[in-house]
């Protein structure tokens, strides 16, 4: 096996992760080694082993040895979900394929992204249509909003109530809840009467509607807050971790960010800081690594809490630079995971 196999079989399955430094975006590995030479304007996580990057105003898609994709001229654009990005060109949505190719062309006012092989989207004749990954048409729908397919589910509203359809575009569970999320671990959370509960594929309700605020399944545990306080519930409506975080947020890869005294760690399954509450700010895991915030200052951590990359403070900061890095602060946290 030669070298250049070698080394692209080992980008292709590392993970890579988009970080910002003082002169752009930047991908590391999980040890925090820069491993793609080239600076974006902006960067995206890698989907499906492809990541939307944008430099000089122009949005492309990268492979993870920086090999860019032949796409045409992109509007915007979202991650590859199921083999296939969303784009829009010349305002219409379209879908290509992971070697840049259209697969779908530029036919639809609006459209989701695809998962399980179905896509919903809303053709320039007003009509919601079910779709595969081929473009053709499975159904048409007399909603005006769907979500993404999950569990073999999709969200749909009309007249302002969430229910949802199957992969052949039939109604499982009627539009009646005033909020629904996607399915998520065979469970999603629907709303009445400002409450929150979860109901099965079935539309059986499983847990009572009892929460003013709560999510959705991840890792078996669901955020839920009672008395203004944080706790997470199992599958059974029982709860597991009792509510007692001012703030937290969902599982990922087995941790979730907690508060505590005003700062941000990360517990276990059990509730307890694995990773003592010592940030600023904190995104969620993804792949191994999550980004926290000392002050201003970014920085990447494993799961360990060991730090494996952080930007340099300068030696001068003018108050000039203290208020360019603030936006730049909220622009990351406003980037999120997902956005360009």
Known sequence: MGLALLFLLSCTKQNLHPVSGRNGYF????????????VYDKARPFR???ALVLLEDRLFFIKKNGTVLNTPELDSASSFHDGLARIVKDGLVGYIDKKGELAIPPLYL???????????????????????KKGRRLATLPYPYGGNFSNGLALVYQDGKGGYVDRTGALVVPPKYEYAADFSEGLALVVKEGRG??????????????????????????????????GYIDKKGKMVIEPR???????????????????????N?????????????????????????KGEQPVYINKAGKEIWKEEES???????????KTKLKKRKNLGEDRI
């Not at 991908?27 to 080239?38: A, E, T």
């Not at 399980?116 to 007003?126: A, I, P, T």
């Open 245 to 267: 975080f001012p703030f937290a947020g969902d599982f990922h890869d087995g941790l979730a960010k907690a508060e505590e005294n005003g700062k941000i760690g990360y517990i």
């Open 315 to 325: 030696e001068i900061d003018t108050s000039q630079k203290k208020t360019e890095k």
């Open 269 to 293: 399954h059990g509730g307890k800081f694995v990773i003592p509450p010592r940030y600023d700010y904190g995104m969620d895991f993804f792949q191994g690594l999550a980004l926290v915030f």
């Open 110 to 132: 609006r459209g989701g992204d695809f998962s399980q092989g179905r896509c919903l989207v809303f053709s320039r004749e007003g009509k919601s249509l079910l779709i595969d």
């Open 48 to 50: 499906d082993d492809r």
């Open 197 to 230: 509960g979860y109901i099965n594929r079935k539309g059986t309700l499983v847990i009572p509607h009892r929460f003013s605020f709560s999510s959705s399944f991840f890792e078996g545990l669901a955020l839920v807050v009672l008395e203004s306080k944080v």
């Open 27 to 38: 991908y590391i590995d999980n040890r925090g080694r820069q491993v793609i030479s080239k």
